[in-house]
Nanobody, 120 residues
């Protein structure tokens, strides 16, 4: 069993910054990929950024140059640094982890979601 906890959301003015964190604990052998998704009201959940174990990253075009994803493999934690925030970044942000547990099985885990609200 793996436990996933997100933190760091909140209310910020346009142009401000926030840092999200997502920490996993439990029966973890390795975390192959870590990502952040977001879902705004009335919209589908979309990929914001992802990072694989080697450190290679991928970003949505809408956040390139403003958001940075990083991971600490020793702490099983992924971060999302969000700068120059815009009102259209307002959404619930979810972390997603592709975890190989100690038995060798691979599972897909989601965080509980954290609200990010950017005021204009």
């Amino acid at each position: 069993q793996v436990h996933v906890v997100e933190s760091g959301g909140g209310l910020v003015q346009a142009g401000g910054s926030l840092r999200l964190s997502c920490a996993a604990s439990g029966s973890i052998f390795s975390i192959n990929a870590m990502g952040w998704y977001r879902q705004a009201p009335g919209k589908q959940r979309e990929l914001v950024a992802a990072i694989i174990r080697s450190g290679s990253t991928n970003y949505a075009d809408s956040v390139k140059g403003r958001f940075t994803i990083s991971r600490d493999n020793a702490k099983n934690t992924v971060y999302l640094q969000m700068n120059s925030l815009k009102p259209e970044d307002t959404a619930v942000y979810y972390c997603n982890l592709i975890v190989r547990d100690n038995s060798g099985s691979i599972y897909d885990y989601w965080g509980q979601g954290t609200q990010v609200t950017v005021s204009s």
